[in-house]
């Protein structure tokens, strides 16, 4: 098939890989009808993970299951489905306790940037959705495989609740997902930091009530005057860098959480800090499958819209141009087209 | 007035320093009824943390209300009270949070193994208790004003619930404060990490349904073979160093929270196992005065009898041999007499 690969440091070709195959009965061969570039995908791009060069790249996609293994019941060829971006068998305790993503028996999306992708445990994994959405739907659909659960997983973390403030640090595609969020879940008062305009407007369209365009020691007095001095009642920390952590931590008001879905990339936590002043830290990688049952019909019935994150459209093998856009943020975040 | 001083690493005095005062018409002094060293004092003697030689030292006191400022409307001279170790006014937004840990305006006791302490906030920091207790429950009603609070702490941040699993990591009073609390709390299994015999038999009284004398690794491993390989539903870490945090992370399941009130020394949180299995950090500076309208009534019924972590009494003049035991382990925690 062909996928787009990653060759080296910013070196995306879209080239002919084998053909990912069922590698045990639970699992399905899904074909990709949609799909994604997600800020994650930079860390490799950039060489700040460690690659192989020549593996395949994207673990967000939704499609049409193409082919099931023999113990896979609840789904057939030609089943719509959204495929989260970390896979779970859905029966073992860590799924049973919510955490999807921490399955013993996991796996990830590895080639949904790609023609088909496998997906492990299929029955744990697959959410069906109605065939042939409407394409603004679609891009909707596609953003609960990861972006916009992970923003909700970070509002969740951050125990977002009716009345209160939450800050939302970053501006990426999940930091705009958990701006809508914490504004789905009534949170009164959002705080969007953010010093792009598009991302600022689009912030706004979901339901940020503030924007502090300054970042570090001053964006941080920036939203403790906003909060009376007192601090945020939830910080929703969706970059995973040490500064915008040391961000979250400064403006979360005593006995508050940070909830954090952005990968940790040499984050030292402040651990006195938290001690100090009885700020807890939770969340992680996001438990999508955990969430869709909540998700999905909020997407359906119109409630949340969080395809508006994709300000770029390109054609799947032209997916090298989407992650130019994307690391020189020109874009925000890049739908695929197959 | 008498009172124990810190003269230099592992040099403890009772001499002579200057009375506390009355500084804000909201103080309160009190008069010292019982007394007793904390596990965190034990920082201090040890040179551990920075001290200023002629210090007071001891933050757990209960006594009598000696004089009152004049703006303190509901305590007059006679009241028996506790003191829990940190002071709030009770109305700021942290305290109002529920974290009155963090009080814009706290403070804390600092002469609470002398004869007399000042209060700040009275109003908002101290609680009525009923003249003249009896022995036995004079020790529980002190061990509220840290000690149980503060295992109480651990308990809640952790998130114990009915039915869960609990590990206790430490067996210092903290520690076994925190198998009371889980065991109080409803959790079906608390197991306690500890290798020492007469916190065993103290944990067992508590609650505990399960010890592991192994630390470390092999401790790590064994409690994991408790649970099935899952880990805990709720960890309680009670000592604060970096080893016993990392043996935290190590035996919480999936999406469990580590509730930590061990004043962190030379901690480095494994922020990356804290993101991939979803493991949450809450807890701190146990706001004491908010669990003491539940915490109290549990003691004044009989329904939990925290004092018995005291298995050693001294008068308050003997406060030296005090953190000498503590020191060297050979009490869990001295009980000090005027």
Known sequence: ??????????????????????SRPTDAIVKVAASCI???????YRGENS???GMTIGHECLGIVEEV?????????GDFVIVPFCHSDNTCPACRA???????????TVSGQGEYARVNHADGSLVAIPADPAPELLASLLALTDVMATGWHAAVSAGVRPGGTAVVVGDGAVGLCGVLAAATLGAARVVAMSRHAPRQALARRFGATDIVASRGEQGEAEVLELTDGVGADAVLECVGTDETMRTAFAVARAGATVGFVGVPHGVNLPVRRMFDRNIGLAGGVAPVRAYLPELLPLVLGGAIDPGQVFD???PLAESAEGYRLMDEREAIKVFLQP
């Open 69 to 77: 293994g023999g113990e896979v019941s609840s789904f057939r060829p």
């Open 312 to 314: 770029a459209t390109l």
């Open 1 to 22: 098939m062909l996928a787009t690969t990653l060759q080296g440091v910013r070196d995306i070709r879209f080239t002919t890989v084998p053909d990912p195959e069922i």
């Open 51 to 53: 690659i192989r060069p």
């Open 98 to 108: 919510g955490v999807t993503s921490a399955c013993v028996d996991g796996g990830f």
């Open 38 to 44: 997600c800020g994650s995908d930079l860390w490799n």
